[in-house]
């Protein structure tokens, strides 16, 4: 039992004083329960509603990708720079340190390798297993326009049930087929398709012409997916043009941990996405790293 409140001090209830009611400051995120909200506020940073996430799944269908062969020596060492970490549960397991306190947002679906059809898909982890790890966010392909379209979305719809049962958000990654063109126009069809049926989170890749109109006809934020690996000014002018254009941050792999320096391309990503810095500064910033000025 406690004791009984034995104060002399006057209570002051402050009655005077309205409860604030507070907003959400993520795009369209407004209406969730408050741990939904809390892991997505772990996720994208409340002060600039933007992320900078390390996507080193790559493993779930690739194998040991280049940059990626020893995950404890190359991407542990990065975890402090980043805001998120997605990766899969194995790696999670086997090699990310359970003293990090850094949100993590797990690949949830998987199957076909690389040596077969991409999505042909399936949910790979019980959402069970997302809050045993913390996982922060569940990630997941879908595939529209794929030969398994309609799977993928289905394995997308029910993962959202399982994260909306425990306040855990779903990545919705838009997966490009090899002949599918890239363009504005299939983006906004997959990215809406996504958020319309329960994504609370939408990963999609840049466009040059319309990357604004697929930000704005989506209802949920956009993370920009980097790519194969390009010029370091390539990549930090993409993410700074997808910040620009109305993306709430990245989710950058390739460029990050296949940079010559990742620290300090994570570095520079990080000022373009949180502080809008522009690309030919973030160069030099890039640049004055990696010579370890
Ligand atoms: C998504 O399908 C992949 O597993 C990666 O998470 C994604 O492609 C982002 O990585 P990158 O920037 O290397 O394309």
Redesign the pocket.
């Known amino acids: 039992m406690p004791e009984a409140d034995v104060s002399k001090k006057e209570k002051n209830y402050q009655a005077d004083v309205p409860q604030e009611n507070h907003g959400f400051f993520l795009k369209g995120s407004g209406n969730y329960d408050w741990g939904m909200k809390n892991r997505l506020a772990r996720v994208f940073n409340p002060k600039t509603g933007r992320t900078v996430m390390l ?1 080193v ?2 493993g ?2 690739q194998g040991p990708t280049t940059g990626l062969e020893r995950i404890d020596l190359n991407i542990v060492p990065l975890i402090p720079d980043c805001d998120a970490l ?1 990766c899969t549960r194995g790696v999670l397991r086997s090699m990310v340190p359970a003293g990090s306190t850094k949100p993590m947002v797990l ?1 949830a679906s998987g199957g076909p390798s690389i040596l077969k059809e991409l999505s042909d898909e399936q949910i790979a982890m019980d959402i069970e297993d997302a809050i045993r790890l913390n996982a922060a966010g569940i ?1 997941i ?1 879908v595939f529209i326009g794929g030969e398994y379209e309609t799977r993928s979305v289905h394995n997308m719809t029910r993962l959202v049930d399982a994260g909306l049962r425990y306040g855990i958000p779903v990545m919705a ?1 838009t ?1 490009v087929g090899k002949d599918m063109v890239r363009d504005a126009r299939y983006f906004q069809l997959a990215c809406r398709i996504c958020a319309e049926l329960g994504a609370q989170i939408v ?1 999609t890749y840049y466009v040059e012409e319309g990357f604004e109109e697929i930000t704005a006809s989506c209802p949920v934020p956009i993370v920009m ?4 690996k390009i010029a370091e000014i390539d990549a930090l002018t993409m993410a700074y043009n997808a910040v620009q254009g109305g993306a709430s941050g990245v ?6 941990f296949q940079s010559d320096t990742p620290v300090a391309m994570l570095t520079a990503i990080h000022k373009v996405v949180h502080e809008n810095m522009k690309p030919q500064d973030a160069l030099e910033l890039f640049e004055s790293l990696k010579r370890g000025e």
Do not use: E, L, S, T
């Open positions: 996507a799944d790559h779930y269908f997605f690949r990630g392909q990654v997966a990963k997916a980097g790519g194969k989710d950058m792999g390739r460029n990050i």
